[in-house]
Nanobody, 123 residues
Framework: QVRLVESGGGLGQPGGSLRLSCAASGRTFSRIGMGWFRQAPGKQRELVAI???????SYADSAKGRFTISRDNAKNTVYLQMNSLKPEDTAIYYC?????????????????WGQGTQVTVSS
């Protein structure tokens, strides 16, 4: 079992930055894959970025060049640095864990989910 708790959401300005954090407890964090997903109103949950235990990273096209995913295994925490924010980044952002560390990036590949944190980008 893995428990995930996100923090760092809130109101961001267009062109500004926010940093999300996700603290994990339970299984050995260093051995599991982690991901950030988001869900906007009326839309399906979608990939933002994933990072495997070995540090392999994948981004959605919408996140490339603007967002950075990272992990600190000593702190059992994964981060999402979001720069150059756009109004279309407004969504609930979810942290997720893949116990098989597959490197896949479909919602179905992730076994554990946080409660989500709201990100709103508006002037």
């Amino acid at each position: 079992q893995v428990r995930l708790v996100e923090s760092g959401g809130g109101l961001g300005q267009p062109g500004g930055s926010l940093r999300l954090s996700c603290a994990a407890s339970g299984r050995t964090f260093s051995r599991i894959g982690m991901g950030w997903f988001r869900q906007a109103p009326g839309k399906q949950r979608e990939l933002v970025a994933i990072i495997t235990s070995g540090g392999i990273i994948s981004y959605a096209d919408s996140a490339k060049g603007r967002f950075t995913i990272s992990r600190d295994n000593a702190k059992n925490t994964v981060y999402l640095q979001m720069n150059s924010l756009k109004p279309e980044d407004t969504a609930i952002y979810y942290c997720a864990a893949d116990r098989y560390d597959s490197g896949y990036y479909q919602v179905r590949d992730y076994d554990y989910w946080g409660q989500g944190t709201q990100v709103t980008v508006s002037s």
